[in-house]
């Protein structure tokens, strides 16, 4: 099975400084390579990779700065562009900047495994050989467990992290159906609540630590645009969203393990997190209306990582041998779970906790309610429409709980 094992690396002064240079030329080649294909595309003719690659080569006599870097992380780039416009379409595709809305982070990849060596020098550090890099110290974090197929060194903010693609060896678990099922609710107030009637939350950031980002963020306002005090104000910014955000991917891959150990089957509402949180503000032809409240609604669903905690599952889900599924939302606020009862009305749901059913009394906790109704859509084979890159699973069916078609909206393509 391939699996990916992340370190937090630590470059000394010649690294980092060429490693920002590789990433510059990735951003260069990324962003020349798109306009090209876009450029005939306009023109309706078409370019693809091989050619794009040969023209690089050729790019490479003229211009020396592209020789300074490794060629692999070039043609990588090259490809990750190509797959990323087969898939969407070069119009969808981003661009690579340095700064503002289209910021990416430096990250390249070295293909050739068999180029990497990887040695460990201690109980807590290791040492990676990479092509024109040299050794790159690392933290050893977890065991590597298998062998390299790719590194990839990434920066964020001002750490740098490497990660490899590693071949356990272990073979892709198959499903086992005797053990449990669970269906999965995810929420504002409780990020996840599950049909057994669980919940897991967390806050990724103390009060004390909300205090301090507010207080910055009306510091940084104050500052001069491109001020050096204003570059200290962001880098002081930058350390607690990172805090917050590795807290969250740890609350996503912890509940997820929980969720997915010991159980055969996990389904999930399909949601489209990026057509629900779409721009509050609206755009020039159609304003939006309750703007500030939307937007409050949109940080909170950004905050509790809903989208994170699918990949985790389906990470785990690998790993467990468990099917992940995902089933239309639609009314599974509003149905009641009772079997033989099944009611649907919008008045069932009391309040944002409280759910009542008005044909028979039933009582429970909406969240709870919400992941029973997932449940029973998953086991009654409900058709629902999956993201493209999931992996298409079978649902084993058992019963006939209350499975009601309502169609359900198409899932927009994420933009890379
Ligand atoms: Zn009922």
């Given at each position: 099975m391939l699996t990916g094992r992340k370190y937090r690396a630590y470059l000394d002064v010649w690294q980092a400084d060429y490693a920002e240079q590789i990433g510059a030329v990735c951003r260069a080649v990324w962003n020349t390579a798109l306009e090209q294909r876009r450029s005939y595309r306009r023109r309706g003719a078409f370019i693809g990779y091989r050619n794009q690659a040969r023209e690089l080569a050729e790019a490479k006599v003229e211009h020396p700065w592209l020789r300074t870097v490794p060629a692999?992380?070039?043609?990588?780039?090259?490809?990750?562009?190509?797959?990323?416009?087969?898939?969407?379409?070069?119009?969808?595709?981003?661009?690579?900047?340095?700064?503002?809305?289209?910021?990416?982070?430096?990250?390249?990849?070295?293909?050739?495994?068999?180029?990497?060596?990887?040695?460990?020098?201690?109980?807590?550090?290791?040492?990676?050989?990479?092509?024109?890099?040299?050794?790159?110290?690392?933290?050893?974090?977890?065991?590597?467990?298998?062998?390299?197929?790719?590194?990839?060194?990434?920066?964020?903010?001002?750490?740098?992290?490497?990660?490899?693609?590693?071949?356990?060896?272990?073979?892709?678990?198959?499903?086992?159906?005797?053990?449990?099922?669970?269906?999965?609710?995810?929420?504002?107030?409780?990020?996840?609540?599950?049909?057994?009637?669980?919940?897991?939350?967390?806050?990724?950031?103390?009060?004390?630590?909300?205090?301090?980002?507010?207080?910055?963020?009306?510091?940084?306002?104050?500052?001069?645009?491109?001020?050096?005090?204003?570059?200290?104000?962001?880098?002081?910014?930058?350390?607690?969203?990172?805090?917050?955000?590795?807290?969250?991917?740890?609350?996503?891959?912890?509940?997820?393990?929980?969720?997915?150990?010991?159980?055969?089957?996990?389904?999930?509402?399909?949601?489209?997190?990026?057509?629900?949180?779409?721009?509050?503000?609206?755009?020039?032809?159609?304003?939006?209306?309750?703007?500030?409240?939307?937007?409050?609604?949109?940080?909170?669903?950004?905050?509790?990582?809903?989208?994170?905690f699918e990949l985790a599952c389906r990470n785990k889900a690998r790993h467990a041998g468990t099917a992940v599924l995902t089933v239309n939302p639609a009314y599974t606020s509003q149905t009641c779970p009772n079997s033989g009862c099944g009611h649907v009305h919008p008045d069932n749901r009391k309040s944002q906790a409280k759910f009542v059913c008005t044909a028979c009394g039933h009582h429970e906790h909406a969240d709870t309610v919400g992941a029973k109704n997932v449940l029973a859509r998953g086991h009654s084979g409900h058709r629902a429409w999956r993201p493209r890159d999931a992996p298409v699973c079978e649902a084993p069916t058992s019963g006939n709980p209350q499975g009601i078609t309502a169609p359900g909206p198409r899932p927009r393509n994420p933009r890379l």
């Amino acid at each position: 099975m391939l699996t990916g094992r992340k370190y937090r690396a630590y470059l000394d002064v010649w690294q980092a400084d060429y490693a920002e240079q590789i990433g510059a030329v990735c951003r260069a080649v990324w962003n020349t390579a798109l306009e090209q294909r876009r450029s005939y595309r306009r023109r309706g003719a078409f370019i693809g990779y091989r050619n794009q690659a040969r023209e690089l080569a050729e790019a490479k006599v003229e211009h020396p700065w592209l020789r300074t870097v490794p060629a692999h992380c070039l043609q990588q780039t090259l490809m990750d562009l190509d797959r990323a416009c087969r898939t969407y379409s070069p119009w969808k595709v981003n661009w690579r900047a340095r700064v503002g809305r289209h910021f990416w982070s430096p990250s390249f990849r070295f293909p050739d495994g068999k180029r990497i060596r990887v040695k460990r020098i201690g109980r807590k550090w290791g040492l990676a050989k990479l092509p024109k890099m040299g050794w790159i110290r690392f933290r050893w974090s977890r065991p590597l467990g298998g062998t390299i197929r790719s590194a990839t060194l990434k920066r964020d903010g001002s750490q740098w992290h490497i990660s490899f693609l590693v071949e356990t060896g272990e073979p892709e678990r198959s499903v086992s159906l005797e053990r449990g099922r669970v269906g999965i609710d995810r929420g504002i107030v409780q990020a996840v609540a599950t049909s057994d009637g669980r919940f897991f939350d967390r806050a990724f950031l103390t009060p004390g630590e909300r205090q301090r980002l507010l207080r910055l963020e009306r510091q940084c306002h104050r500052c001069r645009p491109g001020s050096r005090r204003r570059e200290a104000v962001k880098a002081k910014i930058r350390t607690i969203r990172r805090r917050e955000r590795d807290r969250r991917a740890d609350f996503c891959g912890q509940t997820a393990a929980t969720v997915v150990r010991g159980n055969a089957l996990v389904v999930l509402e399909a949601l489209n997190t990026r057509g629900m949180t779409a721009s509050a503000k609206g755009t020039m032809e159609q304003p939006g209306t309750n703007v500030a409240a939307k937007s409050a609604l949109n940080r909170k669903i950004l905050d509790k990582g809903w989208r994170m905690f699918e990949l985790a599952c389906r990470n785990k889900a690998r790993h467990a041998g468990t099917a992940v599924l995902t089933v239309n939302p639609a009314y599974t606020s509003q149905t009641c779970p009772n079997s033989g009862c099944g009611h649907v009305h919008p008045d069932n749901r009391k309040s944002q906790a409280k759910f009542v059913c008005t044909a028979c009394g039933h009582h429970e906790h909406a969240d709870t309610v919400g992941a029973k109704n997932v449940l029973a859509r998953g086991h009654s084979g409900h058709r629902a429409w999956r993201p493209r890159d999931a992996p298409v699973c079978e649902a084993p069916t058992s019963g006939n709980p209350q499975g009601i078609t309502a169609p359900g909206p198409r899932p927009r393509n994420p933009r890379l």
